[in-house]
């Protein structure tokens, strides 16, 4: 008897002693099929779907009462958030500690199962992971400065992925100075020393988290927030070659958006018929 079985029959016991003081009652009411011990200790319930006691991936569909045993696609397991529906999902969204087990991995030559996200095989590419469907793998980059979360299926901040060979230190080679604890629950930004577009916000003084400015702008370290280039001396010339001059002065002037016209209606109205009053 499988562990669903199992855990089925004694809902049923369960359910056959709770109704025990009312089954005379219920009994003149109503004739129940005597195929229905059966099915109650198969299906918890008639019609719905449930998850296999210890295998996170297999479920069962019971049709008035009839069970069928079901298998999610190679990588997905069964979401068990209402017997209502029939749902797989990937591993990273349920819970499968209490049902650990799953069915035997069907590899590709790229994705260690069919369905699911997984990190890059070179530990010092953090940025980049792989989207598997079908066996067949597509490379996702994440935004500057993100780096894949293996526990989220998300990009996110290295101090929040926590992954070894990921650390802000490690991604960004850059540590934040220490600070006094008042100063650093101001969360201090700093220059990046290699690109005056970019800087650096230490979150409570220790993790650094890199941010950009708009294009045509870069970071002031004096007043800690990001200005047009041609106003911050040492970072002036940061665009030349990459942008000229009437370039950057359109950024910096941008059109006056112009007032949308007001439509006039070309349609002709009607004369309206003047009210005819009432001879005394």
Known sequence: MSTFYKLTFIFFAFAVVSGVSGAGSRKNQRSEPESDAEVSDQCPEPDGYFADAEQCDKYYHCD????????????????DYSSDYEKCDLPINIDCSAR???QEPQPSEDCPRKHGYLAH????IC??????????YNMITCP?????????GICSWPDEAKRKGCTSDEVFEFACPKVEESVALTHPRYPDPEDCQYFYVCINGNSPRRNGCKLG????DVSKRCDWARHVPECADWYKGKLTDEQLYELENPPTPRPN???VSKRKHRPRKQ????EE
């Open 144 to 152: 500057n400065g993100l780096v894949y979360n293996e526990k989220a």
């Open 261 to 263: 016209a007001t439509k």
């Open 100 to 102: 650990p087990k799953l």
């Open 64 to 79: 008035n009462g009839k069970i069928t045993e079901k298998l999610c696609p190679d990588g997905q397991v069964f979401n």
């Open 121 to 124: 095989p070179q530990k010092s």
């Open 275 to 278: 009210p005819v009053e009432d």
């Open 217 to 220: 702008q870069v970071f002031d």
């Open 127 to 136: 940025d980049k992971f792989y989207y598997c469907v079908d066996g067949t």
